[in-house]
């Protein structure tokens, strides 16, 4: 059993930065590959996909949308993952989860349903 708490989110106007924190707790967490995922405020928008990152491969992946912008880091000391975030679009905005894989890497990272436990979401708005 897993807990993940996202932290990070706020108002940022267009261009900005962010820095979201995925902090991991519970049974081996290292063993966890952990992937970003977004949800749109838009009705009916399902989560998509933003980055993962390899537990065992230490592989990070991007959707195409983030990708030269986003960056995915993790600090096991204390058990937290990062999603770095640059050049904010308005597009951007949206509730951002952290999500833990039980696999040592991403190969299914894209799919949400491949993950075990989730975060409760921090919203990110990216407006000026």
């Known amino acids: 059993q897993l807990q993940l708490v996202e932290s990070g989110g706020g108002l940022v106007q267009p261009g900005g930065s962010l820095r979201l924190s995925c902090v991991i707790s519970?049974?081996?967490?290292?063993?966890?590959?952990i992937g970003w995922f977004l949800q749109a405020p838009a009705p009916g928008k399902e989560r998509e996909w933003v980055?993962?990152?390899?537990?065992?491969?230490?592989?990070?992946n991007y959707a195409d949308s983030v990708k030269g912008r986003f960056t995915i880091s993790r600090d096991n000391a204390v058990n937290t993952v990062y999603l770095q975030m640059a050049s904010l679009k308005p597009e951007d905005t949206a509730v951002y989860y952290c999500?833990?894989?039980?696999?040592?890497?991403?190969?299914?990272?894209?799919?949400?349903?491949?993950?075990?436990?989730w975060g409760q979401g921090t919203q990110v708005t990216v407006s000026s």
């Open positions: 519970g049974f081996a967490p290292q063993d966890y590959s």
């Open positions: 999500a833990a894989l039980a696999a040592p890497s991403c190969l299914r990272g894209g799919d949400p349903y491949q993950y075990d436990y």
């Open positions: 980055s993962c990152l390899g537990s065992g491969d230490g592989n990070a």
